[in-house]
């Protein structure tokens, strides 16, 4: 990362041209390290130096429309507004008693790059934390595919024996990869189906999974399917542990699985059904079969669910190891008042 | 005398003494607007947490721009002790509420911080103005905020549950029909009181353009209404540390029922009524609804209490905190097991 900043000079062209802040944003995804909340935190630095805001008033301003513009056109806004917010409130709270204001937005945008470089190690703190949960010998069932389970996992396997089950995760089948990376390092892994958890639940020691968001009631958003793994791990009593890096805190509150801000109306609807004269049965006198394909189904199917807080064990944070109540006096000491 | 025509006692809940009568006795120097309090709480004409603590901070102004320090004393020292027999003569029409209690405690704090040299009118200005500033801040402005978190939980198509009367859940539910939404509220009531009938269900179906759709009920109907509901929206005496809601006789039943149903229970309360206390169930502090109250229900079954039978009306119950989803406060929506940290979140180290 550069150490010097410098600021574009506000000439008319670039002060004419708006700053697009979703092309900035998915250049910053293409570093594999790099999650969403960081993009969106990194996205909204660039917003910070191509602005030609004067007084604080109007650079909030601007960031939460710069915010609201990646929440619109991004395809899964929930983390990405864990980062937004979060800048945000820094950017408010910074205290602002530098006379010169480009001095001030330089300060911002070296602060906001240097949390981005320090928020790359939490996935290491994190590891380092919940390796002392890992007992030798531990069989692990983990879901879909997450930086910091991995990074967690590679970490166990350097100091103790462990394996690993991990579910396939349709429709995007991201648990594969994860398999496939386990079984390169040398980890004994397995790809199981999803309806298979509750086949392969009494085998395992403790169930491990990343996470989108932890929200404010203590409750975990993942990919879908974290939410059954949870109730079956419950029901088996089987410890669940959740891996959450603390930009990832969420000031949301779902009251159910369809508060999310990702549910739309889609989601679960019921395809129109055939009228009787486009179904008109052929010479045979039968009716033609309808096709539904995959792509229908991934269409009409949730990408995340919520995990209520009593059925997670334990989140595992660069912050700590805390309990879901743990978890919302954090937030709650973080940003409320 | 003829010892079978005595009214044996309450067994259970005996500890809080008699339901106290309607009295005008008046003992001591108590300012008319004090004694017209007392008169309006025992007769259950002001009811509700919001409405007695403004109603006795509003009173409370009047006594203080109408003392006088005597002479040899401070202010600051004095009026404390000249509002004690006044706040005795309202516990004694009606027990006092965890928010007046709060708010008292509050006024006596400012009182006790009120500089010594400052000139009587002043200090008595200030003071005014203080309270003024406690309802705004801490009622008013905090409802606005709680109006518009707890409407952001309400979507179209939506059936809301609300128990009884409870001022915030009646302004949520009118600040987001005047926002546009469709939804359609069921009320549940229970006697004596009747709160839901006489005062929320005719606010809703009154408002323009359109009336919202209620249904009304009594509580033996909810569990066939369950099924239909999205959310329930509750309203609050009292929150203790512990996350437990204490609130209107019924409460419990319904966030229990609910729970079982799968249904969020969402209770709205300001942080002023927060209490440092933990409690665990409704009888270590309740309140007993007068027989006077009790026999206003116009029944033609008039029930009166002889050797062998006596009216018990707890007025309120305790909601433990694993029946609740989420509480909404001014500081934003919060688990129940987290309402310990909200006094470190304002900067306070008391409520």
Partial sequence: MDSVVTLRPPDKASALARFDIYPAYLRRLDDEQISTPLAAILALTELIENSNADTMFELVKALNDGAEELKRRASNPISLNAGCELFTAFVTLFPHDSANFADLKRELVRQGQKYAVEALTYRRKIAELAVGFIKDGSVILTHSYSRVVMQTLLLAHERKRISVFVTEARPRGLGIKTAEALTAAGIPSTVILDSAVAYVMEKVDFVLVGSEAVVESGGLINAVGSNQMAIIARAANKPFYALAESYKFHRLFPLSQYDLPSHHSKILSFPRPETATSLAKDEHGKKPSVRITQEQISENNPDVDYTRPDLISLVFSDVGSLTPEGVSQYLVGMFAG | ?351
């Fill in chain 2, 1 to 351: 005398m003829d010892s079978k025509n005595i009214p044996r006692g309450l067994k259970i809940f005996s500890h809080f003494g008699l339901p106290k009568p309607v009295g005008h006795t008046v003992k001591g120097d108590i300012h008319p607007a004090i004694i017209r309090l007392g008169l309006l709480f025992s007769e259950f004409r002001i009811c509700g947490a919001n409405a007695r603590a403004i109603a006795t901070l509003t009173a409370f102004k009047k006594v203080i721009q109408d003392y006088t320090t005597p002479a040899q004393s401070s202010l600051s020292r004095h009026l404390v002790t000249h509002l004690s027999p006044q706040i005795t003569h309202l516990v004694a029409a009606r027990p006092m509420s965890v928010t007046m209690g709060n708010a008292i405690r509050q006024l006596k704090l400012e009182i006790s911080k009120m500089d010594f040299d400052m000139v009587e009118q002043e200090a008595k200005n200030s003071l005014c103005e203080k309270i003024d500033n406690y309802i705004r801040d801490r009622i008013i402005f905090a409802d606005e905020v709680i109006q518009d978190l707890a409407g952001k939980k309400i979507k179209d198509g939506d059936i809301i549950l609300a128990f009884a009367r409870s001022s915030i859940v009646e302004k949520v539910l009118l600040r987001a029909h005047e926002e546009g939404k469709k939804f359609s509220v069921i009320v549940v009531d229970s006697p004596p009181l009747l709160e839901g009938c006489k005062a929320l269900l005719t606010t809703l179906t009154n408002t323009s353009p359109n009336p919202i759709p209620c249904t009304y009920a009594l509580l033996p109907a909810l569990p066939s209404l369950l099924t239909e509901v999205t959310t329930v929206l509750l309203g609050a005496h009292a929150l203790f540390s512990n996350g437990a809601v204490y609130s209107r006789a019924g409460t419990a039943l319904v966030a229990m029922m609910a729970k079982g149903h799968g249904v969020p229970v969402v209770v709205c309360c300001e942080t002023y009524k927060f209490s440092e206390g933990v409690m665990v169930d409704g009888f270590g502090k309740n309140e007993l609804a007068p027989s006077k109250i009790t026999r206003s229900t116009g029944d033609s079954i008039n029930v009166t209490p002889s050797t062998n039978l006596e009216i018990l009306n707890p007025l309120y119950d305790l909601t433990p905190p694993t029946f609740i989803t989420a509480v909404v406060t001014e500081v934003g929506l919060i688990p129940p097991s987290s309402i310990s940290s909200i006094p470190l979140a304002l900067g306070k180290s008391t409520l």
